[in-house]
């Protein structure tokens, strides 16, 4: 039969050689190659290409490596992965075609007598293929592109990318500019200090940003061990920022070798002492800006050096929990502070956090600073009101009550000089704070005030708030706090009438309702961005609801009290809710 289908299929009467072919195969218990590859030929012929496409798959399945099998002379010698790549290339389908010729290849061992047939074809359709969709930008693209794209990332993303494939990992570490900064101040995890040593490495030693917390490395004797390797290695570092607790000596030896350095940041994990922070200090004689939020309390008195190039200066005492006795300082802190203050003529930016002086001392004098412009004495304690320079620009005096307070036998005298370039006067909390001194303070000042807050100043009362109002001191005022409790709506239409520039308010604890708030939302010039209103009484949902629909974001806190019961009722000026 198999010779009957030959002769009817030389003679091109392919619809009988089909007969003959499928007969002879029906007799076979395993279909044999030259049969199947006879019959997919006829298939060809009669267009049945779905057919012979099948046939071809039957090849592939049972004779895996067979490439090709010297048959009959008139029959196609093609076959298996042959005949089912070229049945795809008529189909069009150059793509299965292209992976077929491939499977070939990994199947057929070299020797078959075809090898070198399949390995033409693969090579003819990979030409007119057209390129991979996907692939790797690393290798397609030229180094300067992908410089240019990594160079958008940060630390954190960087060292992401390098697990992605390994010519990623060899690109981003083979480019010292990616790893000039060190960024660990938002670790979640533990941090190896092999890592942070195969970093620094990468860098070749150009690293000139560093930040590790207290989470990167818990320890501090081993964050003093590599805060030491990375100050060594990186002789131009300029900016460094840890947060663990340091001993004194071991900060002061990782910092002194770090000539170069501009920026120092201890956050309030850490901590050092006064002697300490001196030789610090000593040590970087080209630093612009340092801060140490939590210095440890020692009766050693530390000598101060000179700090030409010192711009901006921190040192805060650790926060004490309301109704706890804070860590008093002796006399001979208040001469170190005296000592400090001549040795920082250049200084721009000071702040002082939670010093408290003893009774004995002089009071504070700061009017030999020329070029203060931001000073932040936060519940800072001395009988008597600093000697300020005409320079402030920005006073914050938060929670230093005591440098305005009583004492038994009368007022305290003091005296605030008025500042012409007051731009920042924060002074929430000086329950002592006299509106005379408020006056003095505000009648000479010839910029724009932007900000003010007097939250907590009990004898600063509503007349004095008007004053503020019509005298135009508060025309240009972008963020202001009051919480005067007789502040009601006649105040906030007028304040929304003149400050046009008003973007933050704070009306916690007044008297205000829904009529003030609409006033202030709808005020000419530029929008109001948040609105704080904690224990504000008067005020329904509405009120909120309709700030909120405007944009404005509130911030509303409500105390644990009794309910009291009130009447709402609805202003036909407005058509807002007002309680009763």
């Known amino acids: 039969m198999f010779l009957y289908g030959k ?40 267009g049945n290409l779905e057919a012979a496409l099948n046939d071809g ?14 048959s009959i002379a008139v029959l196609p010698i093609d076959q298996g992965y042959l005949r089912v790549g070229n049945i795809l290339q008529r189909q069009k389908n150059y793509d299965l075609a292209f992976k077929i010729y491939r499977y070939g290849l990994r199947n057929v061992p070299p020797e078959a007598p075809d090898y070198k047939l399949l390995q033409k074809m693969h090579h003819k359709l990979f030409l007119r293929c057209p390129p991979c969709k996907s692939g790797d930008p690393v290798k397609f693209f030229p180094p300067e592109i992908i410089g240019m794209v990594f160079g958008y990332l940060n630390f954190k993303n960087r060292v992401g990318i390098m697990r992605v494939a390994r010519s990623w990992h060899n690109f981003v570490s083979s480019v010292p500019k990616y790893w000039t900064e060190l960024d660990f101040s938002r670790a979640k995890v533990q941090v190896k200090v092999k890592a942070i040593q195969k970093y620094v490495g990468y860098s070749k030693g150009k690293i000139s940003r560093a930040a590790i917390n207290q989470t990167a490395i818990p320890s501090a004797t081993t964050q003093g061990r590599v805060t ?41 994990r850490g901590g050092v002492t006064l002697d300490a922070v001196s030789q610090i200090l000593g040590h970087c004689k080209r630093l612009e800006t340092a ?12 000598v101060w050096e000179d700090m030409p190039n010192m711009h901006s200066l921190t040192l805060g005492l650790p ?16 001469i170190t502070i005296t000592a400090l203050l ?32 931001d000073l932040k004495l936060v519940k800072f304690g001395s009988e008597g009101f600093p000697r300020l320079p005409s320079s402030i620009v920005s006073l914050d005096l938060s929670d230093s009550d005591r440098l305005v307070r009583f004492r038994a036998f009368g007022p305290l005298s003091y005296e605030m000089n008025p500042f012409p370039n007051l731009a920042r ?27 003010l807050n007097i939250a907590g100043c009990i004898l600063i009362t509503i007349s004095h708030i008007h004053w503020l109002i019509n005298s135009g001191k508060l025309d240009h005022i972008v963020e202001l706090t009051l919480n005067t409790p007789d502040f009601g709506d006649a105040e906030a239409t007028s304040l929304a009438n003149r400050c046009h520039d008003l973007r933050i308010m704070d009306l916690s604890e007044t008297t205000t309702t829904g009529i003030g ?17 904690r224990s504000c009484q008067c005020i329904s949902n509405d009120a909120i609801e309709f700030a909120q629909s405007a944009g404005v974001e509130v911030v509303r806190w409500e105390p644990n009290h009794p309910k009291v019961k009130a009447k709402k009722v609805r202003t036909a000026e407005t058509g807002m809710y007002v309680t009763g």
């Open 291 to 302: 801060e140490f939020h939590y210095l440890v309390v020692s009766r050693t008195i530390p």
């Open 319 to 334: 926060c004490t929990m309301p109704g706890a006795q804070k860590p008093t300082m002796f006399d001979g802190h208040t």
């Open 57 to 70: 798959r039957q090849l592939i399945r049972q004779f895996k490596t067979s490439c090709t099998v010297q």
């Open 425 to 451: 006067l924060l002074v929430p909390r000086l329950y002592h704070l006299q509106p005379d001194s408020l006056y003095s303070v505000l009648r000479e000042n010839q910029i724009k005030l932007r900000a």
């Open 517 to 533: 708030v609409k006033a202030l939302i709808l005020k000419p010039g530029d929008r109001l961005d948040r609105l704080t209103l």
């Open 7 to 46: 002769q009817a299929y030389q003679a091109q009467q392919y619809a009988a050689a089909l007969d003959f072919f499928q007969t002879f195969l029906s007799q076979e218990k395993t279909p044999s190659i030259p049969a199947l590859d006879a019959r997919a030929a006829t298939y060809e012929k009669l």
């Open 342 to 373: 001549q040795v920082i003529p250049h200084i721009r930016r000071l702040s002082l956090q939670n010093w408290e002086f003893s009774d004995t001392v002089l009071t504070p004098d700061f009017s030999h600073l020329a070029k203060l412009e």
């Open 228 to 268: 030491f390797y990375i100050t060594k290695k990186c002789p131009g570092l300029e900016y460094l920022e840890v947060g663990s607790g340091f001993m004194g000596h071991q900060f002061s030896k990782a910092v002194s070798v770090a000539s170069n350095l501009k920026n120092l940041i201890m956050s309030n």
